[in-house]
């Protein structure tokens, strides 16, 4: 089974991150083609794209959040991934999470920005 670490800056972008956004878009075009490719070698492919988890990359987001005078953005504890990750993980192969998004739960998602 393979699980990639997607984003929701593959579906809505963030101001500021085309390298970031075009990369993500490519680790879901990946998803796709793997899933595709690794079923006649029974392997199962699946996505999760992630949301702001509290980690270095969304620390230097809410310093920038802080220093405009904005408030930081919602976030979740990581371990919240960790376990998502590992129910993916210890599905048994007749089964696939082919896309999961964890979020935090009031973080925007459509038109945020």
Do not use: W
Not at 18 to 23: D, E, I
Not at 42 to 48: L, P, V
Not at 98 to 112: D, V
């Amino acid at each position: 089974r393979i699980i990639n670490n997607g984003s929701i800056s593959a579906h809505v972008p963030r101001e500021g991150s085309v390298s970031y956004t075009a990369t993500k878009h490519a680790v879901t075009g990946m998803t796709k083609t793997l899933s595709l490719d690794g079923r006649p070698f029974d392997i199962a492919c699946g996505q999760i794209d992630i949301g702001n988890a509290r980690t270095d990359l969304l620390e230097g987001i809410v310093e920038k959040a802080i220093a405009s005078g904005e408030a930081p953005p919602p976030s979740m504890d990581v371990s919240l991934v960790s376990d998502a990750v590992f129910n993916m993980a210890t599905l048994p192969l007749e089964a696939n999470v082919q896309f999961m998004t964890l979020m935090a739960t009031k973080m925007p998602y459509i038109g945020r920005g």
